[in-house]
């Protein structure tokens, strides 16, 4: 006998072993293709109660007056205080929330707000190139205008960008609407394969158009 009787026990755990590691790959390969692991409903704590609802909605702004860069360069830009304070000065400065707002304004340091969506380094992104071909902040962000803390609606994954650039007539709309609050235009298709050709729409989908 070259090996002892227990080596026989090494078949039936090794086939066990096998059996749990394919389960836990199959697991994590699933978790991985399932957005799963991106932060869809992420929705941090800010540290003053800003509230999109109450200014979109009920006050009518529209989301250039603080993002002004999205529509002229890569990043949209969060306000600095002096944008808000433009207004605060003279209302509600009393309120306990503008008086920390004012604090950051006199102290010259930026309002700590937390970032809510984040690409990894490796992917690039450019807020105008979509803003000027008709691709509106409400399909990528969701109904901001009806939140008061901003949430992460996408996955922002590779599979939801290229789903969009293999399709965009189904969400590109007239640039005059590109901040409006209505998720899609009536006919979105038909309207949408006009602006395709009338927005000269050429999506790309190679890996250098986002990988750089
Ligand atoms: C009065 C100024 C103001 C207006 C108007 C405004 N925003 Fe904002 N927005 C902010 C501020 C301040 C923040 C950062 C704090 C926060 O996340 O709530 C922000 C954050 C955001 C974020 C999250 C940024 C991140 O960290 O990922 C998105 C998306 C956004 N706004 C979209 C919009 C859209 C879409 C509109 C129009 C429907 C709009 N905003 C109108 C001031 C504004
Ligand atoms: C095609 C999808 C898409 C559209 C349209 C879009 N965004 Fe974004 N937005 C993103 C992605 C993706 C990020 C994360 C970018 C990163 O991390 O590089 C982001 C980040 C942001 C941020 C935080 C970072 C920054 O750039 O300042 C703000 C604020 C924002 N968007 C506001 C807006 C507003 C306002 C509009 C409409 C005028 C808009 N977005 C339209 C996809 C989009
Ligand atoms: C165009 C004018 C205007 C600008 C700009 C503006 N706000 Fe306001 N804000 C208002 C008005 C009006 C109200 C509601 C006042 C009321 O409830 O009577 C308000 C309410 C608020 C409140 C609620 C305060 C409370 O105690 O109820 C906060 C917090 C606030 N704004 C923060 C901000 C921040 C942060 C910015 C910049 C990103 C900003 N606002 C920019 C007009 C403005
Ligand atoms: C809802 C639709 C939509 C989504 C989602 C979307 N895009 Fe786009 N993207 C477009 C359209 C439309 C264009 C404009 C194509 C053109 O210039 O003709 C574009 C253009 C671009 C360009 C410019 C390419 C070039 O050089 O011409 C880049 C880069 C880009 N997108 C990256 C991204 C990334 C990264 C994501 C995901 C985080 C994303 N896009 C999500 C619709 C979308
Ligand atoms: C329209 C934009 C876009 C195009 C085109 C694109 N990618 Fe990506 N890619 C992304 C984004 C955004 C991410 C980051 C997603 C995330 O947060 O996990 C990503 C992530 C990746 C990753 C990291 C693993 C993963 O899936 O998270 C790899 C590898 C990758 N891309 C390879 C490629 C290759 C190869 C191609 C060409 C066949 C390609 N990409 C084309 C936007 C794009």
């Given at each position: 006998m070259i090996f002892p009787r227990w080596t026989n026990l090494l078949g039936p755990v090794a086939v066990v072993t096998v059996?749990?590691?394919?389960?836990?790959s199959i697991f994590v390969i699933w978790y991985w293709l399932s957005d799963n692991h991106l932060t869809v409903g992420y929705q941090p704590v800010q540290p003053i109660k800003y509230s999109h609802k109450l200014h979109v909605t009920d006050l009518g702004m529209d989301c250039r007056y603080c993002h002004t860069g999205?529509?002229?360069?890569?990043?949209?830009?969060v306000p600095s205080s002096d944008v808000c304070m433009g207004?605060?000065?003279?209302?509600?400065?009393?309120?306990?929330?503008?008086?920390?707002?004012?604090?950051?304004?006199?102290?010259?340091?930026?309002?700590?707000?937390?970032?809510v969506h984040k690409l990894p380094e490796y992917a690039y992104f450019d807020h105008s190139v979509h803003i000027n071909k008709g691709v509106g902040c409400v399909s990528c962000h969701g109904r901001v205008d009806q939140m008061a803390e901003?949430?992460?609606?996408?996955?922002?994954?590779?599979?939801?960008?290229?789903?969009?650039?293999?399709?965009?007539?189904?969400?590109?709309?007239?640039?005059?609407?590109?901040?409006a609050a209505l998720t899609s235009m009536p006919n979105q298709i038909?309207?949408?394969?006009?602006?395709?050709?009338?927005?000269?729409?050429?999506?790309?989908i190679d890996c250098s158009a986002c990988h750089r």
């Open positions: 059996i749990i590691g394919s389960l836990a999205a529509e002229v360069s890569p990043v949209a830009g207004c605060h000065n003279l209302i509600l400065p009393a309120s306990p929330e503008i008086m920390k707002l004012k604090q950051y304004q006199e102290s010259g340091m930026p309002v700590p707000w937390k970032r901003v949430r992460q609606e996408q996955s922002l994954s590779m599979s939801w960008c290229l789903d969009c650039h293999k399709a965009p007539e189904k969400v590109l709309r007239e640039k005059h609407l590109i901040t038909e309207q949408g394969k006009k602006l395709l050709e009338s927005y000269h729409i050429n999506t790309r």
